[in-house]
């Protein structure tokens, strides 16, 4: 799956009014929880990526499924997961389509539970190849892709 959702960046009125203040609210139709404020566009996009990281390493936290991005609509632009995020995702995702627990996963790679539990945290530092072992042991493998940047970079996919 492509970890990139539609984005909604929309000017807050109702903060410009109460304070004087140029304001942007950020939501993720696909990602309940995903919803971030800035004082500019420009930072709603740079808070929108963590703002979809964090969120959608709290379906992790909780054991759901990861939601599958739709298109995005009219005037909503579409963000990109992290890479290392994406293939965390995608390595979860592959976990609870299998039925693989953390204990079976461990101990197909050789590992203590805790291992695979840090290699699922979206949260914590993993080193990618670690993560494309664990994907290789459930018959998986990452495809990364880049694109050029289009000419309103607002409108742009990160890569992932």
């Known amino acids: 799956m492509r970890y990139a959702y539609p984005c ?5 009125e109702e903060e410009a009014r109460a304070t ?3 304001a942007y609210t950020v939501t993720f139709p696909d990602v309940y929880g995903a919803n971030t404020g800035a004082w500019s566009r420009e930072e709603a996009l ?4 963590d703002c979809l990281d964090v969120a959608l390493g709290m379906y992790v936290g909780a054991r759901r499924d990861i939601p599958a991005p739709s298109a995005p609509g009219e005037g909503e632009v579409q963000i990109a997961v992290a890479p290392i995020v994406a293939a965390k995702l995608a ?6 389509e299998q039925g693989v627990t953390n204990v079976a996963l461990a ?11 840090r290699l699922l945290d979206p949260g914590h530092r993993s080193h990618i190849t670690s993560v494309e072992q664990a994907l290789a ?3 998986r493998t990452l ?5 050029a940047v289009a000419e309103h970079p607002e409108a742009s996919v990160s890569p992932a």
Do not use: W
Request: proline fraction near 0%.
């Open 107 to 117: 101990e197909r790679l050789g590992l203590q539970e805790n291992a695979v539990r």
């Open 91 to 96: 390595l979860y995702t592959a976990m609870r």
């Open 137 to 139: 042991a459930l018959g």
């Open 20 to 22: 004087g203040r140029e």
């Open 8 to 12: 909604r960046i929309l000017r807050d």
């Open 143 to 147: 495809v990364l892709e880049d694109r």
């Open 46 to 49: 740079a808070l929108a990526q």
